[in-house]
């Protein structure tokens, strides 16, 4: 059942959960003047996600459709939705657009940006955070929402389970057993840990987000700063070089 919650001013998560994965996918509609929508979700789920989408705003109405990186679980659906949305565009990173995303996934040309450049939505200002392979690919990326400091984060917090949609407790660690159980199955190392690792999540930390709207698990609602702080450690005990 895809369940739909507000977890900042209107910013509404879409969530499914798949007990076959015992795992929530997380898609985000901000409702502005050109809504956004954070995630297209996978293909046996667009359905519900549109059907969710319209108890919020018509899905015709999207303009923007941003994605972290190339996975299913992020853009799988994205011709689907610019199918239904005629005047949407992908928001990504220029690497991703030229690499992959206009080649074959877009229905139009994708808007390609670097690091640190800001798109409008209406109200709300989304600034363009280039971070190559965190969570993971060469594309990656991840946006922050300036006006009520809400970061879309993708897969950064990743926990596992049917939980709650948004939380003030602590959440590494729910992130730190999901990433111990990850690295014991088949999709170990799927958080690569590299020398840009650090740096990148202290840059995203000093944003000081009030919201985290992960892809997998509940949305963080608190000191952001300390909690990617808290995140880096994690990853550092878990996946840096032993």
């Known amino acids: 059942m895809t369940k739909i919650s507000e977890v ?8 499914t959960f798949l007990p076959d994965f015992n795992l929530q996918f997380n898609q985000f509609v901000v409702r502005d003047e050109e809504p956004l929508l954070f995630h297209t979700g ?7 996600v549109r059907d969710a989408v319209a108890t919020v705003l018509d899905p015709a109405r999207i303009r923007w459709i941003g994605f972290s990186h ?5 853009c799988a659906t994205l011709r689907e939705w610019q199918t239904l949305a005629p005047s949407s565009i992908a928001v990504c990173s220029l690497v991703g657009k030229l690499v992959s995303i206009d080649d074959f ?3 139009r040309p994708a808007k390609g940006m670097t690091d640190g450049e800001v798109f409008v939505t209406g109200k709300y200002r ?14 990656a990326s991840l ?11 993708s897969d950064l917090f990743h926990q596992n389970g049917d939980v709650e949609p948004m939380t003030q407790s602590d959440v590494i660690g729910r992130c730190r057993q999901a990433l111990l159980e990850g690295q014991q199955g088949p999709l170990a190392n799927y958080m690569p840990y590299t020398v840009q690792t ?14 985290l709207a992960t892809m997998h698990g509940s949305t963080f609602v608190g000191d952001g700063e300390r909690a990617i702080g808290d995140l880096a450690m994690a990853f550092r005990d878990i996946l840096g070089p032993r």
Do not use: G, N, Y
Not at 9 to 15: A, E, T
Not at 42 to 48: D, I, N, S, T
Not at 198 to 211: C, E, G, H, S, Y
């Open 8 to 15: 900042a001013p209107d910013v509404f998560r879409i969530s």
């Open 42 to 48: 996978l293909r046996a789920l667009f359905p519900a």
């Open 70 to 74: 190339l996975e299913a679980d992020e």
């Open 105 to 107: 996934m877009a229905v």
């Open 126 to 139: 989304f600034r363009f955070l280039h971070t190559p392979h965190v969570p993971h690919c060469w594309e």
């Open 143 to 153: 946006l922050f929402e300036e006006t009520q400091r809400t970061l879309l984060c």
């Open 198 to 211: 650090d740096p990148i999540l202290r840059r995203v930390a000093a944003l000081k987000p009030k919201t």
